[in-house]
């Protein structure tokens, strides 16, 4: 039943943000302090800014409120994905090929359901990464969770060497 409300409710926002240049980077609804929390990420190909965030807000609550598809109180709630953003489309899988990634499995392949290493990008329909030295496939349908895994403190560094700043636009950037 949740699975379903969560595909219906991508289905749904996911064509109300691709007009803005926003895309939906993963959706969340599950209960959290009692009450039910709808978490979106989002990202722009600039990094996302607060004022998308509360556009995005605005515009799936009025949707949301219209559509009416979840029929008990809950928080809506937008953010950006973060560093560690979650690996959902292909595209996803080509574009931060060179990163080091952390992907789970639902079934076990090669033994094992959790791997750490470096993607590679797509081959074949298929992920790819390099894992303790050796190459991994594995099919898209066999992913449970897929996730950049870049450390934050190395992050932080890199940018206070480049001198990086907070740009006139609410963005981060050098």
């Known amino acids: 039943m949740k699975q ?3 595909s219906s409710l991508w289905a749904m926002i996911e064509p109300i943000l691709a007009p803005e240049g926003i895309e939906l980077v993963e959706l969340e609804f599950r209960p959290e302090g009692g009450r039910w929390v709808l978490r979106l990420y989002i990202d722009s190909p600039g990094g996302v800014t607060l004022d998308e965030c509360e ?9 949301l409120d ?3 598809p979840i029929h008990y109180p809950y928080n809506l709630e937008v953010s950006s994905p973060g560093i560690n953003r979650v690996l959902r489309k292909e595209k996803d899988f080509n574009l931060f090929a060179g990163s080091p990634v952390r992907v789970r499995t639902r079934r076990k392949l090669e033994g094992r359901h959790n791997f750490v290493g470096t993607l590679k990008g797509m081959e074949n329909s298929k992920i790819v990464l390099e894992v303790d030295g050796k190459r991994v496939e594995i099919e898209p349908e066999d992913v449970e969770k897929a996730r950049l895994d870049l450390p934050e403190e190395e992050l932080i560094r890199r940018d206070l060497r480049r001198g990086a700043a907070k740009t006139g636009d ?3 950037g050098t």
Do not use: Y
Request: proline share 0%; charged share 20%; no cysteine.
């Open 4 to 6: 379903q409300l969560v």
């Open 170 to 172: 609410g963005r981060w």
């Open 55 to 63: 556009l995005v807000n605005r515009q799936v609550g009025a949707l």
């Open 66 to 68: 219209i559509k009416d």
